[in-house]
């Protein structure tokens, strides 16, 4: 991939370069406490995981900037179509750990009555967040699909779209390119390039210059963000948020960040991406540097990080023991919660299978090996 210099707001003493983001001290520091609450929602289901209590979970460790600074462009009553990889979106539009929790137990009390897999969240509000799904780029002309829709009804609503650099590989990401260029849908795809898709460089992905250049065949304008500058990628958004509500169409937004953890719980990155590549993304670390501009603005202090993660990590170990508490959804909803009536074939296969579990009891979380 040939380098191309990405869009940069916060400099390395904290200045932005003349940028007024347009948000209130009271904003910028829920900010900043979202990215915090992501790490510590990361750190939580680490433990949770590896002590066998939830079956999976997706690091965000160096990512957050990236997923607060596009959530700050975005309205309540936009659409999401988010990625897996995308907590803070969700954290910071006021979406409580306690109902992210209860998904990753797949309980009762979650949303989706344990249905989907874990971090597939679907919330109705206070954003329209919807299902994410696992097989890579479905998503993409879903998204499309509502933006051209809420076009056609003449409202001012935008589809946001949140995909990683292995996404643009896709079927979905090509499809919903074209019908959303040719169509000009208000829809912002955000490219999450993280570099990696599991094990597979960038190099292995592509032979483009670029991820952004990819919107250029489909009359899709192109941006390169650095993704680890929340207040760059804030920009970057909001200015395609804003052309989309004006009728000017789509924007590809390519935001250049890391993962500074494994794919999923289920893997070790230290297999296959080099320590130094670590040690070079730690150091560009998105939270100490948003903590520098508030520094600058005289928003922060050494003490308030220590006094925010501990406030954080009482909430989140909270909503942790509130979810485990609640239990599994009863068999009997695998039918109950699909025909109001339920026909007679599915009546007898449903008693064998309830049977057959009254005897052997259910299996829980962390019995089976989740495949990725
Ligand atoms: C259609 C499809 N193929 C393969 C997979 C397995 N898979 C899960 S995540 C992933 C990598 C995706 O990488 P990327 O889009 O860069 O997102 P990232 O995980 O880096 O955020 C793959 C191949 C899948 N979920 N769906
Ligand atoms: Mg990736």
Redesign the pocket.
Known sequence: MKATEPLQVIDSKGGANGYDPGLSEEELLHCYRTMLKVRVFDETCLKLQRSGRIGFSIPNEGIEATQVGAATAMRKTDWLFA???DFGMALYHGIQPVDMMHNMFGNAADNSRGRQMPVHFTFLEPIRFVSIS?????HLPHAVGAAFAAKRRGEDTVAFVS??????S?LGFHSAMNFAGVWKAPVVFLC?N?G???S?PSED?TASESYAIKGKAYGVPGVIVDGNDLLAVRKAVLEAAERARAGGGPTLIECKTF?MGG?STSDDPTKYIPKEVFDAWRKKDPILRFEKYLKACGLWKKADRARIEGELREEISEAARTAEAVGPPPLETIFSDVYAELPKHLRAQGQAAFDLARRKGDAMAGDGEFP?
Request: hydrophobic share 25%.
């Open positions: 990625s897996y990889r696992s097989p890579i780029g479905t995909f990683g650099d292995g996404g643009t896709s999450q993280n990696w898709a599991i597979c992905q993962r794919h990725l």
